[in-house]
């Protein structure tokens, strides 16, 4: 297991764990840094119409492991057992934080990831149900808005967080801003 403070002191200096396919981990600070300006977040037509259907349930933090483990049997994922351990870990003093979609009582989606202060790191999401994990990212967001969050790391720039307005940023105005974040007091 990772240690909770060296993750958290990686979170505050910009950098994050991931395992490779030998499963060792390695720490990473991309350049450029992709991260989604919570004033700038755009929903797409088509999913305004998902949200307007009333279609799930949002919760937070009600399944943190299921989570996890669900973006942990991703194709393409980058967590192990060793992160899982250390991320529920993180969960359980109140770091790691779960947004879920839930769909006749079924947990249909969602997302993980740290706050720290003003600073929301996202990981991962899964979904089971179409458009289950985007809904959950429009849940994070308002839930940063309302809180008064002042970032949303999103790691690196993808087509599928594109859509929402993500734009990379060079690592040294990503630390810039991190810095102010981290020292924000804010509760998830």
Not at 101 to 129: C, D, N, P, Q
Not at 164 to 170: H, L, M, T
């Amino acid at each position: 297991m990772i240690e909770p403070e060296l993750l958290l002191q990686g979170y505050r200096l910009g950098v994050f764990p991931m395992a490779m396919d030998d499963n060792a981990i390695e720490w990473f600070s991309p350049d450029p840094r992709a991260i989604l300006p919570l004033e700038d977040f755009h929903v797409p037509h088509a999913l305004q119409r998902v949200l307007r259907k009333g279609i799930f349930q949002i919760k937070i933090d009600n399944r943190f492991g299921e989570v996890i483990r669900a973006c942990a049997k991703r194709e393409d994922t980058w967590i192990n057992p060793e992160i899982v351990e250390s991320y529920e870990r993180l969960h359980e003093i109140g770091y790691a934080h779960s947004v879920e979609t839930w769909s006749t009582g079924k947990l249909a989606g969602g997302l993980y990831g740290v706050a720290i202060g003003g600073a929301f790191f996202g990981e991962s999401m899964f979904h089971r149900e179409r458009d289950a994990s985007k809904i959950a990212l429009v849940a994070l967001v308002e839930h940063l808005r309302a809180k008064k969050f002042a970032l949303l790391d999103t790691q690196w720039l993808t087509p599928h967080l594109r859509q929402f307005g993500a734009i990379e940023i060079s690592r040294n105005h990503y630390l810039r801003l991190l810095a102010r974040a981290v020292e924000l007091p804010r509760k998830f």
